[in-house]
């Protein structure tokens, strides 16, 4: 990585559809990636009822989410580091309360967030799973949507239709495809094509293939370990389509301009904007 920083992190949310298509497992060893090539990653569980992503880190946040919003915490007093470079922003579990997020409490976040600017280069939601209002509105303060799917039909099926609802609803018009789960490269092109074919006949969006990971049985024994298999084998073949991935997505690009009002670290973006 070049030693200047991006003048403002890029924001990324990354969603799917369902459950079960290994989106938390692909943002953990994204951050991996992502660190190892020397960016500063913030990590952001917005499962802000069934979180998890501490998990895969192996570490145990004693504030979360939950703390914030409730005015018990600062946000930056439930940071965590969770490895070189990485730091969680964790979520509380079983707590129903903050599953529907009220207005004032997403201008805190936001607000919060806000005040991190300078501190990160990278900033990586993970999304709960499905269409709730919740998952639409990380989706859309993030600067780019990331959409994880497998090869399944059902996976298919919903992470079009989330396009599709953003797409209607919210005006998102622009989403990355990570495939996961394959047994070969044609596999995942086959499911880009898909998606792209059912979309231009009934939606006007623009998808943009990053990659895809193999299946790998070892993903288990991580995920049981409480480590990435990017740290356990990183020379195995989704470590590598890991780091292939984090090199698609250029992330030393500052072109990237504020898609609206309601995203995180827009004021630093439209001041960049306006810059140039």
């Known amino acids: 990585m070049n030693q200047t920083s991006p003048k403002t992190a890029r924001v990324m949310s990354v969603t799917s559809g369902k459950g079960g298509v290994g989106k938390t497992v692909c943002v953990a060893n994204l951050a991996v990636s ?6 500063r990653v913030l990590v952001i569980d917005a499962d802000l009822g069934l979180a998890n992503i501490d998990l895969y880190f192996g570490v145990s946040p004693r504030f979360n989410l939950n703390h914030f919003f409730s005015g018990q915490k600062a946000l930056e007093e439930i940071l965590v580091p969770a ?3 990485i730091t969680i922003l964790p979520a509380g579990s079983g707590v129903q309360r903050y599953t529907r997020l009220e207005a004032d409490q997403k201008l805190s976040l936001m607000e919060g967030l806000d005040s991190l600017h300078g501190k990160f280069d990278v900033v990586l939601i993970d999304t ?8 639409t509105y990380f989706n859309v303060a993030a600067q780019e949507i990331l959409m994880v799917t497998t090869p399944e039909p059902t996976a298919i099926s919903d992470v079009y239709a989330l396009m599709k609802l953003l797409s209607t609803r919210y005006y ?6 990570i495939v996961n789960c394959v047994t070969s490269a044609t596999e995942a092109l086959d499911v880009y094509h898909k998606l792209t074919l059912v979309s231009s006949r009934f939606i006007d969006i ?12 070892r993903f288990t024994e ?15 073949g989704p470590s590598l389509a890991f ?11 500052e072109t ?4 609206g009002t309601q995203q995180f670290f827009w004021k630093q973006l439209l001041a960049c904007s306006e810059a140039r």
């Open 128 to 135: 709960e799973a499905g269409i709730s209002e919740n998952v």
């Open 206 to 217: 623009s998808i943009d293939f990053l990659g895809a990971i193999p299946l790998d049985s």
């Open 243 to 253: 780091a292939e991935l984090v090199a698609a997505m250029e992330l030393e690009s």
């Open 83 to 85: 490895a070189d470079q």
């Open 34 to 39: 992502m660190a190892r090539q020397g960016y």
């Open 256 to 259: 990237l301009a504020p898609k």
């Open 222 to 236: 991580s995920v049981r370990r409480q480590k990435t298999l990017a740290e356990l084998y990183p020379d195995s």
């Open 172 to 177: 998102e018009k622009t989403f990355k495809l």
